[in-house]
């Protein structure tokens, strides 16, 4: 079965120094990853697909899949950057299913 | 307006009460998914609908049942309540056309079972 594991549960930066999220993956078939962001408990948004390979808001991820990794990155950390940050995984492009697995989150608090 | 929208927004109701939470996916989207986000075991997979048909069932209660009407509007019932079901239900929906672009979600119903 799928899995998505995001070792962190809290993590504080600095503003201005970089950020990384982890995320590391299970599946046995080829995945497609999404990292979501949400802001003091409202809605969740989707801020990136691996397979757009797109930045959004600063934030890139590359997915590896040798070490099935898929960790989010951003240089310059900035205060509204302050969220939780789930990954997600899909298990690809099966009509009518495309159920995502989440990770359970990590808080990524940006220190002044 | 991210295009799902979900009421109630709060529901606050006794233990072993019986409610329902409604959902509108965002035009053109035709699957439904229920999540539900509590403190203790982040966001958990309920269920999904295809088209008016159920396609994935997660860890979704024997008290708990959805369905998706043909107007592709989704409605989750919670039966039974129980003080651990308090939670905040959030219902997603996307194209379901076989690529996958991402969920858009609702702003979710918080429910407090007291």
Same mark, same amino acid.
């Given at each position: 079965?799928?899995?998505?594991? *995001? ?30 962001? *949400? ?5 969740? *948004? ?11 808001? +600063?934030? $890139?991820?590359?997915?590896?899949? +040798? ?25 690809? $492009?099966?009509? +009518?299913?495309?159920?995502? $697995?989440?990770? $359970? +989150? ?7 | ?12 109701? @006794? ?6 939470? =409604? ?5 053109? !989207? ?9 403190? !203790? ?9 295809? #088209? ?5 069932? /997660? #860890?979704?209660?024997? =008290?708990?049942? @959805?369905?998706?009407?043909? !107007? ?12 651990? !079901? ?5 219902? @997603? ?8 672009? /991402? ?12």
């Amino acid at each position: 079965a799928q899995r998505v594991t *995001q070792p962190e549960k809290l993590l504080s930066v600095f503003k201005g120094a970089p950020v990384e999220l982890k995320c590391n993956y299970s599946y046995s078939g080829s995945p497609e990853l999404f990292w979501y962001v *949400q802001y003091s408990r409202q809605r969740l *948004q989707l801020l990136l697909r691996h397979i757009s390979r797109e930045s959004i808001k +600063g934030f $890139t991820a590359d997915l590896n899949k +040798g070490e099935t990794s898929f960790h989010l990155k951003k240089p310059f950390a900035q205060e509204e950057d302050s969220a939780m940050y789930y990954c997600a995984l899909s298990e690809g $492009t099966n009509f +009518g299913n495309e159920k995502l $697995t989440f990770g $359970t +989150g990590t808080r990524l608090t940006i220190i002044p | 307006d991210s295009g799902v929208t979900q009421t109630p927004k709060h529901l606050i109701t @006794a233990t072993g009460q019986r409610v329902t939470l =409604r959902c509108s996916p965002r035009s053109g !989207d035709l699957s439904v998914y229920w999540y539900q986000q509590s403190l !203790d075991q982040g966001l958990q997979f309920l269920i999904q609908y295809y #088209n008016g048909e159920e396609r994935a069932k /997660g #860890n979704i209660l024997e =008290r708990f049942s @959805a369905q998706q009407f043909p !107007d592709l509007h989704s409605e989750l019932n919670l039966s039974s309540l129980e003080l651990g !079901d308090s939670a905040l239900y959030f219902c @997603a929906s996307s194209v379901g056309q076989g690529v996958n672009y /991402g969920y858009t979600f609702g702003s979710g119903t918080r429910l407090t079972v007291v």
